[in-house]
């Protein structure tokens, strides 16, 4: 495991780099839909740091790119993130922290990948409530989790869609407005909940999946 500081994500060439290690794992699949795959993972790694304290205790860390440190394998996955300062419990306040390090973020993949702003924007929304779902599950409190997601996502900006939830089988389960790609890989199917699917597909897949 490496430790890698979290303000690499914006230097170009660093960038370039972790994108050729994604073409070691899902192949060439292109710079788009590389670039779009990565963002999927590391944008809900980003905001973790954040958004687990605050569901748990109420009081976020602070995710700015200059708090945040990555924990990285060499094959170029990020598999966590910690914030080395304490932020506060003001959603305002967290989601402009957010904004400064998710708007950096989708800068430079979009640059460096040509992947669609739009696009990357919709992932980060979709990080955003998967992380806060998740993280109400952990607390023993996903309503808490659920009900944090809109005004997170507010703060941050209106470039970002809305969250969406829907229930399954009693279940909540993210309503994504985003597509990580990774079926054009050739190396998986699409997701379960993938927007790119009929309603009907995506639903009977959700609830095969969750009740």
């Given amino acids: 495991m490496t430790a890698v500081p979290a303000t690499a994500i914006t230097d170009r060439d660093w960038l370039s780099a972790q994108l050729r290690l994604a073409a070691g794992l899902y192949g060439e699949a ?3 839909v590389l670039g779009t795959i990565w963002w999927y993972s590391v944008s809900a790694v980003l905001v973790t740091p954040a958004l687990d304290p605050l569901v748990a205790t109420g009081r976020a860390m602070d995710p700015a790119l200059e708090a945040v440190t990555l924990d990285m394998v060499p094959d170029g996955r990020v598999l966590d993130a910690r914030s080395s300062r304490p ?4 959603v305002d306040e967290i989601g402009k922290a957010l904004a400064g390090s998710l708007d950096a973020g989708i800068a ?3 640059e460096v990948s040509g992947a669609g702003t739009r696009a990357l ?3 980060a929304t979709d990080s955003i409530a998967n992380v806060l779902l998740w993280a109400g599950k952990a607390a023993g409190d996903v309503a808490r989790g659920v009900a944090l997601a809109e005004p997170v996502v ?3 900006g209106d470039h970002l869609p809305r969250p969406r939830f829907v229930e399954v089988g009693g279940t909540p389960v993210v309503r994504r407005a ?3 790609l990774i079926y054009r890989t050739g190396s998986a199917p699409k997701c379960v909940s993938c927007p790119r699917q009929t309603p009907s597909e995506r639903a009977q897949r959700l609830r095969m999946t969750f009740g």
């Fill in 30 to 32: 292109g710079p788009v």
């Fill in 87 to 90: 932020l506060g419990s003001d």
């Fill in 108 to 110: 430079a993949v979009a």
């Fill in 121 to 123: 924007c919709a992932i």
């Fill in 154 to 156: 507010a703060a941050v």
């Fill in 178 to 180: 985003s597509c990580c």
